[in-house]
């Protein structure tokens, strides 16, 4: 049995989107073999002096739908993406937009011309997306039609020459060459081979999942492409902070701040709504990781329409409540201080617990009670109060010299206030944040030594305001507040469909290998069947001579090999190495050198 591995620059296998071929008549029966192994189009280069306005959009058209220009607009498409995360965007928070453009003269004029403080919707991020939308599917199309008509015919006959294949072995046999043909034959189907008799050779082919996985691949990334646009125009997201005891509708007028996609309707809303019922925290309570959070979880009551069954739910992070297409996610906590108001004459008017937002991890918070009906101060006159609020859960004690919480649960809480009275001009019409003040129209009151009236409590105490205005009492009753984020994006489903079946493809177009088998046996001029034995690969792997080599110990087996009648004479004249007995490893060996 000898076996040899061809030489020269015309043996080597092309590259995926080449023929197999090289130059000259040989190399050119080779190609008829070796073409088609892959779907990719074959670029031709224009004929520029006979290209005219059809030639020019033919030549776009091949250009635009080529893998390289697809990996082109891949890359630009994220790197358009860098700005959106960097810049601050008009969709996602219009404050700190109006922020950056009273902080920058000079840029932010530059931005709203190129679409920065909106790089997802803008024009050139549009047409970058579109083009890539396009580009995949111009390039799918045809290879599609191309793969099925592979899949619908054989695979083609043998060269010629065999020898002039990467992987290749022979040796002689008394077996008759029809014999060989048809145990090749069972062989190769056996394994799997689509194979079929091709005049005085069996021709095979395997690893049609390679490119099954590629065209898979790119189909997915136009499912994902899809879902991402649909998401993007029919998406809601919005923003509630809920206090223990209370709930929320999902209706547009409950959201403390909303914003959708282009094509959003407010119908689309899932009818649903929730009261929460408890919030749970605890925190480490020591170590290096002390004040870090080991239960985050909030009760819900929840029910779907108007008329659905209650149920009770625990909402987690990154574990949400999920009512449709809607998903609501814990994204905050903080506490809500109960404070009371009395004017004067002991009247309570205002009693309510006041959400206050944190400013560091251990829950450090501050806010501001609003009195804005209801309070006469001792003239008799109508007046709104204001009071600033800080807490701290966990208060340090004088001793610490800051008013700074030392652990983020309900330790030592501890409530600091100073007052205000006036107009807050909450009647102007002008939307107000509930946790700022406006002090235009306000006026401190003032101590004893002609500052600010301002004072610490504790659960249970009260503040008495000066010259008999009345009192603020901190209640002992403290409760804690949950925020939530409602998102509504329809397409997630694809999305991740399409990203799993993405994954899927890009494996087996990468561990997949489209291979062919040849096996001519024919009588030699003495008389002795000479078989030989070749295979071709997708790319220049050593996986197809090792299993060319297998498949040639097996078939050896089933027709034996004999001697030639002149070994010496054999040896001189050989192309390639010879041995005394059949070793289907020397195929594998010698088959998987490089030409």
């Known amino acids: 049995m000898s076996t040899t591995s061809g030489t020269g620059s015309e043996a080597t296998p092309a590259g995926p989107e080449e023929s197999a071929a090289g130059s000259g008549t040989g190399d050119q029966e080779l190609g008829v073999a070796g073409a088609q192994l892959s779907t990719a189009p074959t670029e031709e280069p224009p004929n520029l002096p006979a290209l005219g306005v059809i030639g020019w959009a033919r030549w776009f058209w091949r250009q635009l739908t080529s893998m390289r220009v ?77 793969f099925v008509g592979q899949l619908r015919g054989r695979p083609p006959g043998a060269p010629r020459r065999l020898t002039r294949l990467p992987a290749y072995t022979t040796w002689r046999t008394e077996a008759e060459p029809e014999q060989v043909r048809e145990a090749a034959l069972a062989l190769l189907r056996k394994r799997r081979f689509r194979a079929h008799r091709a005049g005085d050779a069996v021709a095979a082919e395997k690893g049609y999942l390679r490119e099954v996985g590629n065209l898979t691949f790119h189909i997915a990334l136009i499912v994902m492409l899809i879902a991402f646009a649909w998401g993007q125009l029919f998406k809601s997201e919005g923003n509630k902070l809920i206090v223990e005891g209370q709930g929320f509708a999902n209706t547009l007028s409950q959201y403390d701040d909303f914003k959708s996609g282009n094509l959003f309707d407010v119908a689309d809303l899932e009818p649903f709504s929730f009261t929460v019922k408890s919030f749970t925290g605890t925190y480490e309570p020591s170590g290096p990781n002390k004040g870090t959070p080991r239960t985050y979880e909030t009760e819900l009551v929840h029910s779907e329409g108007a008329y659905g069954k209650e149920k009770t739910t625990k909402v987690e992070v990154n574990k949400p409540l999920k009512v449709g297409d809607a998903k609501v996610y814990l994204v905050s906590h903080g ?52 009071f600033n609020a800080f807490f701290v859960p966990t208060f340090g004690g004088s001793a610490v010299g800051t008013m700074l919480s030392q652990f983020p649960a309900l330790d ?130 050593a996986k197809v001579p090792e299993e060319l080599g297998d498949l040639a110990g097996i078939l050896y087996d089933q027709a034996p090999g004999v001697p030639d009648a002149d070994d010496a004479d054999a040896d001189d004249a050989a192309p390639a190495a010879s041995v005394d007995s059949p070793d289907p490893q020397a195929a594998s060996a010698e088959g998987a050198e490089k030409p």
């Open 412 to 541: 030592y809480p501890v409530l600091a206030l100073s007052a205000y009275h006036g107009d807050l001009k909450a009647d102007a019409g002008i939307p107000q944040s509930v946790y700022q003040m406006d002090k235009t129209k306000m006026k401190e009151f003032k101590d004893s030594e002609g500052e600010l009236f301002k004072k610490l409590l504790m659960p249970g105490e009260t503040m008495t305001l000066p010259d008999g205005a009345g009192s603020v009492t901190f209640e002992k009753e403290i409760k804690e507040w949950a925020g939530f984020q409602i998102v509504q994006e329809p397409g997630g489903g694809w999305a991740l469909a399409g990203s799993l079946f993405a994954i899927g493809g890009l494996a087996c177009s990468l561990f997949i290998q489209r291979r062919r088998v040849w096996v001519r046996a024919v009588e030699g001029p003495d008389g002795v069947t000479v078989v030989e034995m070749a295979g071709l690969g997708r790319s220049e792997s």
């Open 70 to 146: 697809a990996l082109l607009l891949l890359l630009l498409l994220s790197l358009a993406a860098i700005p959106g995360s960097l810049i601050p965007q008009t969709g996602i928070d219009r404050t700190r937009v109006d922020d950056f453009r009273e902080q920058h003269d000079v840029l932010a004029p530059i931005y709203d011309t190129l679409g920065l403080f909106n790089v997802y919707s803008s024009v050139w991020f549009s047409a970058i997306y579109i083009l890539l939308f396009v580009s995949l599917i111009g390039c799918i199309v045809p290879r599609t039609w191309q």
């Open 335 to 386: 506490y809500a201080p109960v404070v009371t108001v009395r004017d004067g004459e002991g009247k309570v008017v205002f009693k309510d617990a006041v959400p206050l937002l944190p400013l560091d991890a251990n829950v450090t918070s501050s806010g501001v009670v609003k009195v804005l009906d209801g309070y006469r101060n001792p003239e008799g006159e109508k007046e709104q109060l204001g």
